[in-house]
């Protein structure tokens, strides 16, 4: 696998475990297993970000909710087959991992780094209170042939910027994952709260290539 492909996708979070380990599956014998960490933002709230692990990085059997860990590896994607639609599945694939004393005052606790292709038109929009935002979707490219799709959101001159955007256009990302509740409505009676993830922008730019 070479550098350049593990370049264009690169996450580093420092946070809390907040649940236990869940399976996911198995690659060629090797366990893959999910977990929730609680990551601080600026301000008081966190945000909850899903890692995948494999048993090989860490003893999957122990129970480490409310340590510190410090993980790198990247933003990953899948298509999930439900109710008669795919739906976009987002994690953080784990390459290293540690564990921490705490978070350390005035560090960076959440970046990612994307350098991808625009797959879908920008969605410009502005909030009742007169906010610009922009809406992406990302292909990051993997080896031997796949791809990563990652939603993005811009906010303020980044947003006007990103709506001249075209379908194929190789932008380059800096910013951080966040988490965001939502309401989904699956009847008329019944709805069941989920989470969504995407990347929030804070730094954009287009790549000559």
Known sequence: MSDKIIENNQVTIMGQIASGFTFSHT??????????????RLS????????????RLLDVTQDYTGEFIMASGQFRSYNRHEE???????SVFVREISFIDEEPDGAKTNTI????????LPVYRKTPLGREIADLLLAVNRPYGK??????IC????????ASFEVGEHV??????????YV??????????????????????????
Do not use: H
Not at 44 to 55: A, F, N, Q, T, V
Not at 84 to 90: A, D, G, S, V, W
Not at 172 to 181: A, D, H, K, P, T
Not at 185 to 209: F, G, I, N, P, Q
């Open 27 to 40: 690659v060629f014998g090797e366990g893959f297993y999910m977990v929730d960490v609680l990551v601080r």
């Open 155 to 162: 906010w303020g001159r980044n947003a006007r910027f990103a």
């Open 172 to 181: 380059q990302v800096l910013g951080r994952i966040q988490s965001r509740e």
């Open 113 to 120: 780094l994307l350098d991808g292709y625009i797959c879908k």
């Open 44 to 55: 008081s709230s966190k945000d909850r970000i899903p890692l995948m692990i494999s048993e």
């Open 147 to 152: 791809s990563d799709y990652i939603p993005c």
């Open 84 to 90: 008669q639609k795919n739906r976009l599945i987002l």
């Open 184 to 209: 989904k409505r699956l009847s008329e009676t019944e709805s069941e709260k989920r989470t969504a993830y995407e990347v929030s922008v804070s730094k954009l730019e287009c790549m000559d290539d």
